[in-house]
């Protein structure tokens, strides 16, 4: 039997954890659940999830002007890139679509979509896809400025690229971590950290977050 995916659910209402967690197919097993900042925190550091699904506006929040998912982000998903977060909300507005994936989110998923859809978005995440309900998909790409008519443009900005340069970035762009990166590349991870801050200065962005967002708009993953 296939190991199963470990889940963390974070949500402020108990009675929609508890009708997610009994909806999620048999390959997943969730191993903890939150329903603020903080203990969203601590529960997620404590079980190291691979996926964490986690609800956009939480309690608890101590940054003005962010919601409470986006500060779990910013405080979490850096720091554990063997963990991916999947935003699953109420809310369908470009503010809080575009805000949560520049924070780290790897997709986001409405919460009308049944327990077999969140199954297969959480299994796709943990794969290294970027997911997102039908209609949310063209606020990523248009905040990210990849509309139809920019493969010129994209090609051109792949061009300052090496070909080890996308390599490296592809698979720092579906989540892989460094140590992964130079296994499957058979290169030193000294080696990977110095191409991911070459791709990084080229592509003029500041973290591998963008760098995702980046490679997702344009269709590259």
Known sequence: MAERLTVVVVDDHSIFRSGLRADLDESIDVVGEA?????????VTTRRPDV???DVHLPGGSSAGTSGGAEVLQRLASAMPGTRFLALSVSDSAEDVVGVIRAGARGYITKGSSGSDVSRAVHAVADGDAVFSPRLAGFVLDAFGAAVGETAATDEELDRLSAREQEVMRLIARGYAYKEVASTLFISIKTVETHVSSVLRKLQLSSRHELTAWATARKLL
Do not use: C, G, K, P
């Open 35 to 43: 329903d603020d900042v903080e203990s969203a925190i601590a529960v």
């Open 52 to 54: 964490v699904l986690l």
